[in-house]
């Protein structure tokens, strides 16, 4: 059974960079398209961005300023960068799984079980 | 970027009701849409993809149907584990955005 578990501090200070590691088991990283997805508190999902296995991302245009998204399939990690954080960028962070077949227009079948990040000084 | 709005924002219904939310796109995504099930504090849930599909071990309550920009997602007969929010998503191309989504809660 796959598990993606997201990981890193809960708390970032304004203008600083927030830094979060999904780890993936059960399964390897290899040959799927994985996705760090946010929701602010009381409002809709909002897509981040994915990257593939092989390292090549795409980003929401919203957000491709300050994000990086990469992958580490040695560990079967992937990770994400948000820099220049405000209070707007409170939000619960989700790393799930384009799945199952492989495709950026799969939908998104896998889901970590999400963590809180305050940005507040 | 291709827009998705959803009708109603909430509604409320009795056990047993047939409940349906609509989805639209502002362009053609033909059917790469897709439908969640999101609970209080938990994850977000695929229910339906490819419009009509319905995820594995899903019950078969639910179901999609739409293609365009017009989609619409149904449940039979409301069951209390039901109640819930409801997001769409396009998966058509990036961004992929979700709808802003529909709150069912109990009448």
């Known amino acids: 059974q796959v598990h993606l578990q997201e990981s890193g501090p809960g708390l970032v200070k304004p203008s600083e960079t927030l830094s979060l590691t999904c780890t993936v088991s059960?399964?390897?990283?290899?040959?799927?398209?994985w996705s760090w997805i946010r929701q602010p508190p009381g409002k809709r999902l909002e897509w981040i961005g994915y990257?593939?296995?092989?390292?090549?991302?795409n980003y929401n245009p919203s957000l491709k300023s300050r994000v990086t998204i990469s992958v580490d399939t040695s560990k079967n990690q992937l990770s994400l960068k948000l820099s220049s954080v405000t209070a707007a960028d409170t939000a619960v962070y989700y790393c799930?799984?384009?799945?199952?077949?492989?495709?950026?227009?799969?939908?998104?079948?896998?889901w970590g079980q999400g963590t809180m990040v305050t940005v507040s000084s | 970027d291709i827009q998705m709005t959803q009708s109603p924002s909430s509604l409320s219904a009795s056990v047993g009701d047939r409940v349906t939310i609509s989805c639209r796109a502002s362009?053609?995504?033909?059917?790469?849409l897709n439908w969640y099930q999101q609970k209080p504090g938990k994850a977000p849930k695929v229910l339906i993809y490819?419009?009509?599909s319905l995820q594995s071990g899903v019950p078969s309550r639910f179901s999609g149907s739409g293609s365009g920009t017009d989609f619409t997602l149904t449940i039979s007969s409301l069951q209390p584990e039901d109640f819930a929010t409801y997001y769409c998503?396009?998966?058509?191309?990036?961004?992929?955005?979700f709808g802003p989504g529909t709150k069912v809660d109990i009448k």
């Open positions: 799930a799984r384009f799945g199952p077949f492989g495709s950026a227009h799969d939908p998104l079948d896998i």
């Open positions: 059960g399964a390897s990283i290899s040959s799927y398209y």
């Open positions: 990257v593939y296995y092989s390292g090549s991302t």
């Open positions: 362009q053609s995504i033909s059917t790469y």
């Open positions: 490819a419009a009509s």
């Open positions: 998503q396009q998966s058509y191309s990036a961004p992929t955005l």
